[in-house]
C-alpha cells in the first residue's frame, strides 16, 4: 500500500509541475516566439540544425503525411479545383 500511495503522489506531483510549465509557455507564448523567431533570423547554423530535422521528420513521416494530403484533396476535391479555375481565370484577366 505504501508503493502505491508514494506512485500516486509522484505522479501528482508530476501533472502539476506540467501544469505550471503549460501555464508558464501560455503566459509567455509572444515572447518565447519572438525569442525563436529572433534566433531563426539571426542563426544560419540554428536554421540548418532545424531544417535538417525537419527534414528528418518528413522522411520517417512521409507515408503518413502523404496520405493525409491525399485524403484532404479527395475530401475537398471540387473546391480545390474550383479555386484552381478562378486562380487561372484571374491570372488571364491580369495579362490581357
Do not use: C, Q, T
Not at 506531483?13 to 508558464?24: F, G, H, V
Not at 509557455?25 to 518565447?32: G, I, S, T
Not at 542563426?43 to 512521409?62: C, L, M
Amino acid at each position: 500500500m505504501e508503493g502505491d500511495d508514494r506512485a500516486r503522489l509522484e505522479e501528482a506531483a508530476r501533472e502539476i509541475e506540467r501544469e505550471r510549465k503549460r501555464e508558464w509557455y501560455r503566459e509567455n507564448a509572444a515572447l518565447v516566439s519572438e525569442r525563436h523567431r529572433a534566433r531563426y533570423a539571426s542563426d544560419p547554423e540554428f536554421r540548418a540544425k532545424r531544417k535538417a530535422v525537419a527534414d528528418r521528420y518528413r522522411a520517417a513521416h512521409r507515408e503518413e503525411i502523404l496520405a493525409k494530403r491525399r485524403a484532404y484533396y479527395r475530401e475537398h476535391r471540387e473546391a480545390i479545383l474550383a479555386n484552381e479555375r478562378a486562380r487561372r481565370i484571374r491570372k488571364k484577366e491580369a495579362s490581357e
